[in-house]
């Protein structure tokens, strides 16, 4: 349950708020938002830099216990497979994100939006850290986005955008 929790955490947590100036690729190319992204192997990429900073990151690492100190644990691969494929699926690739509801998967865990917001700058960070363009981040961001509202303050989503 607890990685479950985690994975949908994690996933959901890829928001930041995104405002009014963020860029729409999709109207300007024909090409979905997987493709722009690189595809499958891009996508673990920036899935794999993205865990690293959360396990570095002292806000909210702590959710995630020691499935981020073991890299080579079976639940550690889960949680990078399954980000990747929710990411991949969301945006227009050929996955499947089989993970929990988020508000669900939240319940009773009083995350903050200052948490929220920590682990979407660490999503951010492995982005531009992977030369990600600003476009497809505003993009994949604005997707995910909504999700805020089922994760922050048990699912109320105080505070949220």
Not at 45 to 74: E, K, R, S, Y
Not at 106 to 131: E, K, R, W, Y
């Amino acid at each position: 349950f607890m990685l479950l929790v985690v994975i949908i955490a994690l996933t959901a947590l890829l928001y930041q708020g995104c405002s009014d100036n963020s860029t729409n690729n999709s109207m300007q190319s024909p090409q979905s938002l997987y493709t722009r992204l690189g595809g499958a192997a891009a996508i673990d990429t920036v899935v794999a830099v993205f865990i690293n900073n959360v396990a570095a990151d002292p806000q909210i690492n702590f959710f995630f216990g020691p499935v981020l100190a073991d890299t080579t644990g079976v639940r550690y691969r889960l949680l990078r497979q399954n980000l990747s494929q929710q990411i991949c699926m969301v945006t227009g690739g050929p996955c499947l994100y089989m993970g929990r509801d988020m508000r669900i998967a939240h319940g009773g865990m009083s995350i903050t939006i200052a948490q929220f917001n920590a682990l979407v700058n660490d999503l951010v960070s492995a982005m531009n850290t992977l030369a990600v363009p600003q476009g497809e981040q505003n993009e994949l961001l604005a997707i995910l986005g909504p999700l805020c509202h089922d994760i922050v303050d048990n699912g109320n989503g105080t505070g949220c955008p």
